[in-house]
């Protein structure tokens, strides 16, 4: 019974994360949006109502009205961390936007009944380039030490 849970839940996971895509943007086509809202009109099935300026959340419905609950707005993920708001993004910082509706927004729970909008900032991405050359060094040191051995 275990195995057939965990190859469910492997099912899913794969299923969420192949379903999306990630739409990485030319920093050229970023310069010309004063919101991170304006960013967001243009993706397909996103519809905002309000321009979020002065920091007031505008209205942001991906899949349509909700009929489970009065709540319609979606999650808000940034570098992997859930928030209510996000006007404090510029659009010149943000490294890809990816839009999750049905199924693939399942991996969220109750809380992505709505949609998913992931945002990944430059700030991140950079951490993890940065990250991963040092577990490379690491790694390439180990292996000299061994060597020498």
């Known amino acids: 019974m275990k195995k057939v849970l965990f190859i ?3 099912a899913l996971l794969l299923c969420g994360t ?3 895509q990630e739409k990485v943007r030319d920093q050229k086509d970023k310069t010309q949006y004063s919101t991170v809202f ?3 009109r243009n993706e397909p099935g996103v519809t905002i109502s309000g321009d979020g300026s002065n920091g007031v959340m505008p209205k942001v419905i991906i899949r349509g009205v909700a009929t489970n609950s009065n709540e319609t707005q979606p999650l808000f993920v940034v570098d992997g961390i859930i ?4 006007t404090y993004l510029r659009p ?5 936007v990816e839009v999750l509706k049905d ?3 399942g991996i ?3 809380q992505g009944q709505n949609g998913v909008i992931l945002f990944r900032t430059k700030a991140a991405v950079q951490a993890e380039k940065d990250a991963a050359e040092a577990r490379k060094a690491e790694r390439k040191a180990a292996r000299e030490a061994k060597r020498k051995k």
């Open 18 to 20: 192949l379903g999306a």
């Open 92 to 96: 010149e910082d943000i490294y890809s």
């Open 83 to 86: 928030t209510d708001n996000v």
């Open 108 to 110: 969220y729970g109750v």
């Open 8 to 10: 469910i839940a492997a």
């Open 103 to 105: 199924g693939t927004a």
């Open 38 to 40: 304006d960013l967001l």
